[in-house]
């Protein structure tokens, strides 16, 4: 599947771990479709992942940065700016992680340093990327800025834990920041709402099996996958979406407008 529907466009993103990666799927649905980008990720997690081989196959550079350092970030705007001989037209903000969630500490008894710093990697670190763009004017006209979100910033789901409330953040900072360069460059800021995804983050979430075969039945649709979110954030990169902007956008086949389902009804029938 060919559309080059961003031929010419020029990117960075961030959040490609391994395979699983919704930010993996992306970087490769983005190439297909000719965009020229940068992948980035914490230089902890790049040790770790196989983000050379995905540079390799979509012929791109890697800089590392933390997402929530401002040195790394002034760095990898004025790099992917000279790397790629121009200004950005699409920016991916793929990151996730709670400290909380990580050490088993439930909603109720948080280590408020933890959960600090989780917010400041889930939810700040999406101000700082787009500060370091508007800072350096480094968006080209018409751009197009995401970031990745779940339901859980609408509707309680417990053991999604203080990522719920970071959440509710990314996405006000989508509508906040989406105002200011909206205005002055017609760049669009939105965040997606994705279904439940098997990769290293949404494992990570306790109970995580049991609720992807909910929100499958929950779904009309079924569960949207993370290739199929790879091509909506295509279309959402490409020109033919430049008045969609400071948006909440649900890719869940259908499970944000879902009651209940006839698969949910018979599981509890005598
Ligand atoms: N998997 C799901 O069920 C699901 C559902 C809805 C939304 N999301 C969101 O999608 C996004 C991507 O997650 P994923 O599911 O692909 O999992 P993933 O674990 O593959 O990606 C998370 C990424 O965040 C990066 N990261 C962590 N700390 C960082 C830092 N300080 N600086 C830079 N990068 C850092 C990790 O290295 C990793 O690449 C996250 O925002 C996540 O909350 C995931």
């Known amino acids: 599947m060919n559309y080059n529907l961003l031929k010419g466009k020029r990117g960075i993103i961030f959040g490609a771990l391994d395979e699983q990666s919704i930010a993996w799927k992306v970087a490769e649905r983005v190439h297909e479709e000719g965009g020229e980008f940068v992948l980035t990720n914490a230089p902890i997690a790049m040790r770790m992942g196989e983000i050379k081989k995905l540079s390799i196959k979509t012929n791109s550079e890697i ?3 933390d997402a ?15 790397m790629l001989g121009g200004k950005i037209d699409f920016v991916l903000h793929s990151i996730g992680m709670s400290v909380n969630v990580r050490k088993g500490n439930s909603y109720t008894a948080q280590n408020y340093d933890f959960t600090q710093k989780g917010w400041d990697v889930s939810a700040l670190s999406f101000h700082k990327v787009c500060q370091t763009l508007h800072k350096n004017d480094a ?13 859980a910033a609408q509707r309680t789901f417990p053991d999604y834990n203080d990522m719920a409330d970071n959440k509710a953040y990314l996405e006000s900072i989508a509508r ?16 997606i709402s994705q279904s439940p995804t098997p990769t290293t983050a ?8 049991g609720f992807l075969s ?3 039945k929950m779904s009309p649709l079924g569960n949207a996958t993370g290739l199929e979110c790879a091509n ?39």
């Open 176 to 191: 906040s920041f989406g105002y200011f360069l909206g205005k002055e460059k017609n760049v669009r800021i939105n965040t």
């Open 214 to 216: 909910y929100a499958e």
């Open 68 to 82: 929530t350092n401002l040195e790394d970030l002034q760095k990898l705007v004025e790099g992917s700016v000279s």
């Open 63 to 65: 800089i590392p940065a």
């Open 232 to 270: 909506y954030i295509v279309t959402l990169f490409s020109d033919l979406t430049k008045k969609v902007t400071m948006q909440n956008l649900y890719h869940d086949g259908g499970f944000s407008n879902s009651g209940v389902t006839d698969e949910v009804i018979e599981k509890f029938e005598d």
């Open 139 to 151: 968006m080209n006209q018409w751009g197009s800025i995401l970031a990745l979100t779940y339901i």
């Open 202 to 209: 949404g494992k990570g979430i306790k109970g995580f099996a």
